[in-house]
């Protein structure tokens, strides 16, 4: 299948230059920023020779200079253009990389060349994306096809991998994993030779870009491909085992960054079988990998998926905290703990998990899902950066010289929403949420509205019309999304397994830990101090707040209380009248949305177009569901009826 370019869609400039010159020394002849350039002027000033060494000069030509800075640290640059000449420095090739970029992305947004400066320098340390990509082509939760990673069960590396490189590079991803946290079947061979040269040669690519590249290994490794009758990671013969396999895969894997672990959680391996704790197996991946600069990213999504639904004091949302509180200061310098940005499960609305702020001698990483696996699943279109933008900002209220979780975090990742679909993300507009996670975490001062109005006009040109409206559904739609589906932050009335489409009850009677507790007098958990407790994980400030229905914010009412339907939000409304306004607001802002769009016909591609007006189709029909199921389910359980009289089944 063929692929769409996204952003990276360069199109012809208002300029009627001859020539443009780019000079750098000799030595940056093969790299990225170079050869980006180079293109890009091709395609953007067509008739213009683009010549990289020239001694005629004239008022026609313009030139760009590249240069390396010493003084600039690796990833940052320096941008001063002018119209007449331009100099793009870094700090080192990724660095210019970066410059280039943002140089062509300015430039693509002005419509020609233009004067500015600018400095670039990433906010966050690690970019990182995390593909649930299976061996035999599967992906994880993907909603975008199947993947371009892995292909007949060997690993591809072709033009779509290289358009995927820079795509990724253009919006400052720097390390990328590429198979499933999961490791099923065939993925477990990426630690041997089956798969080393083919992961060299990824490596090597990735590395041109500035992207380092990671798997998930099987923790249970040594015995699912070593032969040996135990995984413990304090068993000699077992860290042996680690380390010859690492010394052999760094070797063959130039660009290896190092392992991102899935341990005992949802039935994956783990070292908590043999007795030992979360420390004991990271630090004995991370020794392993240490030797070659490797790190071990390992995830904190840990809680028992065996629970009993008649068990009220088991709380999946305490799970992640209790596991990995008591470890602090334990991991070598080499680990990072991956939390996800709530402490259950990538829910429309959550709080902020309460690691962030409460582990502070333990490297962090925030992971988020872009693959809208309970977002919409790329039908509904529902913009997350808003959220994360919130979530990154949010105050932990620690005593912290900065208590923000941005500042907390030495890294950021997200579960990739990409496949091997024509565009990229299934959707286009689904596109919108990975260009913007990569340019938050680049530039974190960029606000929600730059960023959609900047991926619009790189995506769909520069008419106005079409902006405006694309702006207007962006950043409005998380926002319906959450209006329609899932009231006060309870979460998990979706399908079981699937995640698509209301069923208030689908969770409710099973093993996840994932409960409403509604009945005919109220609705929600108790998670205070005097329910579960998971209120008291928090600093003392917000303890205080989460715990108390009457401070509690409304947004996160349900997920931290259990209160009757005629209880009055700090809005004024019952929860029953909230529930009720909420969805025929959602829906009808989704309604609002499908009309936007209609109204783009003939402005934008028409593939583009069709596929949009599939999606919104769905979007509507989905939302209706939504909307009249779960008000019919709050209805028939509370009995009291909707305040404006409107129509509840
Ligand atoms: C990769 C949720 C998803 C699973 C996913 C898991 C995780 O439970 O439904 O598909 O597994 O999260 O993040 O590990």
Request: glycine share 8%; aromatic share 12%; charged share 25%.
């Amino acid at each position: 299948m063929g692929f769409s370019k996204l952003w990276l869609d360069y199109r012809k400039l208002a300029d009627s230059r001859r020539r443009v010159i780019i000079s750098c020394d000799r030595t940056l002849y093969d790299s990225a920023a170079f050869e980006e350039l180079k293109n890009a002027m091709t395609t953007m000033v067509p008739d213009a020779i683009v010549i990289w060494k020239s001694e005629v000069f004239d008022d026609d030509s313009y030139l760009i200079l590249l240069t390396l800075h010493p003084e600039l640290s690796h990833e940052e640059y320096d941008i001063a253009a002018s119209m007449d000449i331009t100099e793009i420095c870094g700090g080192s090739e990724t660095g210019l990389l970066y410059g280039v970029f943002a140089y062509l992305r300015q430039t693509a947004l002005a419509g020609g060349f233009c004067s500015f400066t600018a400095h670039g320098k990433p906010s966050q340390p690690l970019r990182m994306l995390n593909h649930w990509d299976e061996a035999d082509g599967d992906i994880e939760r993907g909603y975008s096809g199947q993947s371009f990673f892995f292909v007949n069960g060997d690993l591809e590396i072709n033009e779509r991998t290289l358009m995927y490189a820079r795509l990724m590079a253009s919006i400052g991803i720097n390390g990328v994993v590429i198979n499933n946290v999961n490791v099923r079947r065939r993925a477990k061979l990426l630690l041997t030779d089956e798969f080393s040269d083919r992961l060299a040669d990824l490596g090597e690519l990735f590395g041109k870009y500035g992207i380092k590249l990671f798997i998930c290994p099987d923790f249970a490794a040594p015995k699912t491909i070593g032969g040996m009758d135990t995984a413990d990671p304090l068993n000699k013969e077992v860290v042996n085992w680690w380390e010859s396999t690492c010394a052999h895969l760094f070797e063959k894997v130039g660009n290896l960054g190092g392992f991102l672990v899935k341990a005992d959680s949802e039935g994956e391996p783990g070292p908590m079988a043999y007795g030992r704790t979360h420390a004991d197996g990271a630090n004995m991946l991370a020794r392993a990998v240490k030797p070659y600069g490797g790190i071990v990213i390992w995830r904190c999504f840990v809680y028992n998926c065996t629970q009993d639904w008649r068990d009220k004091n088991t709380d999946r949302a305490c799970a992640s905290y209790e596991n990995f509180i008591g470890l602090d200061g334990q991991f070598d310098d080499n680990v990072y703990l991956q939390a996800k940005n709530g402490p259950v499960d990538f829910q429309i609305r959550e709080p902020v998990h309460p690691l962030f702020g409460a582990m502070n001698n333990t490297n962090l990483i925030i992971e988020f899902q872009l693959a809208q696996e309970y977002t919409g699943q790329q039908k509904h279109v529902c913009w997350l950066i808003p959220m994360f933008r919130e979530i990154m900002e949010h105050h932990t209220r620690h005593d912290l010289p900065d208590d923000r979780v941005s500042r907390i975090v030495c890294g950021v990742a997200a579960v990739a929403n990409t496949g091997d679909s024509y565009c990229w993300t299934g959707s286009e507009l689904a596109a919108a949420n990975l260009y913007g996670y990569g340019r938050l975490l680049f530039d974190e001062k960029l606000s929600c509205t730059e960023i959609a109005e900047e991926w619009a006009e790189l995506t769909f040109g520069d008419d106005d019309k079409v902006i405006s409206a694309v702006k207007e559904i962006l950043l409005d739609s998380k926002q319906a999304y959450e209006d329609y589906t899932v009231p006060l932050g309870i979460g998990w009335m979706c399908h079981p397994n699937d995640h698509y489409g209301p069923s208030p009850w689908g969770y409710e009677f099973d093993r996840w830990g994932t409960y409403n507790r509604a009945d005919r007098d109220a609705v929600g958990v108790d998670r205070s101090a005097k329910g579960t407790g998971y209120s008291l994980q928090y600093a003392p400030s917000w303890a205080e707040i989460y715990g108390d229905t009457d401070k509690c914010p409304d947004e996160l009412l349900l997920f931290f209380h259990r209160v009757p339907y005629t209880h009055i939000l700090h809005s004024g409304k019952t929860v029953i009248q909230h529930i009720y306004d909420t969805h025929f607001e959602g829906y009808a802002k989704a309604e609002h949305f499908a009309e936007l769009w209609k109204s783009l016909e003939g402005r934008i591609d028409d593939s583009i177009y069709q596929n949009g007006c599939e999606r919104f189709a769905e979007q509507l029909r989905c939302a209706r569901e939504w909307r009249d199921i779960i008000n019919c389910f709050f209805h028939r359980l509370s009995g009291i009826d909707d305040e404006q009289g409107r129509v509840i089944y």
